[in-house]
C-alpha cells in the first residue's frame, strides 16, 4: 500500500535551516510528481512545494518562494525539502505526497514537526 515517511525536523531558531526528506513507496514513484503541505496549529494544510517526476518542474507558495528548494532522488524514492531562513510563520507539521496541485492519495504519512522559535 502507498506510504510515506517524513523525517527531519525539528526546533530551530529563526534563520536557520532544515532539510526534510521523505522516503514513498507503494506507487510509480519516479514517475509521479511529488509534493510537500504543511499544516500549522489551527489551521488547514497548505501546499508548500511540487517537483514534477523528471524534476523540470517545480512549484512552491509564494511563502517559502526564494527560501525552499524542493528535490527529488528516484533512485532512492525520495523527495526533499531544503528550508532556509526559516521564520516562525514556518512552524507546523509537514508532509509529503504525490501529486502537483493537489494530493493523489487520501492516505498520509505521521510527518515531521518543525518549529522555528527563539
Known amino acids: 500500500q502507498v506510504q510515506f515517511v517524513e523525517s527531519g525536523g525539528g526546533l530551530v531558531q529563526p534563520g536557520g535551516s532544515l532539510r526534510l526528506s521523505c522516503a514513498a513507496s507503494?506507487?510509480?514513484?519516479?514517475?509521479?510528481?511529488m509534493s510537500w503541505y504543511r499544516q500549522a496549529p489551527g489551521k488547514e494544510r497548505e501546499l508548500v512545494a511540487a517537483i514534477r517526476s523528471r524534476s523540470i518542474n517545480t512549484n512552491y507558495a509564494d511563502s517559502v518562494k526564494g527560501r525552499f528548494t524542493i528535490s527529488r532522488d528516484n533512485a532512492k524514492n525520495t523527495v526533499y525539502l531544503q528550508m532556509n531562513d526559516l521564520k516562525p510563520e514556518d512552524t507546523g507539521v509537514y508532509y509529503c505526497?504525490?501529486?502537483?496541485?493537489?494530493?493523489?492519495?487520501?492516505?498520509w504519512g505521521q510527518g515531521t514537526q518543525v518549529t522555528v522559535s527563539s
Open positions: 507503494g506507487f510509480a514513484f519516479s514517475y509521479s510528481a
Open positions: 505526497n504525490s501529486g502537483f496541485i493537489q494530493p493523489s492519495y487520501e492516505h
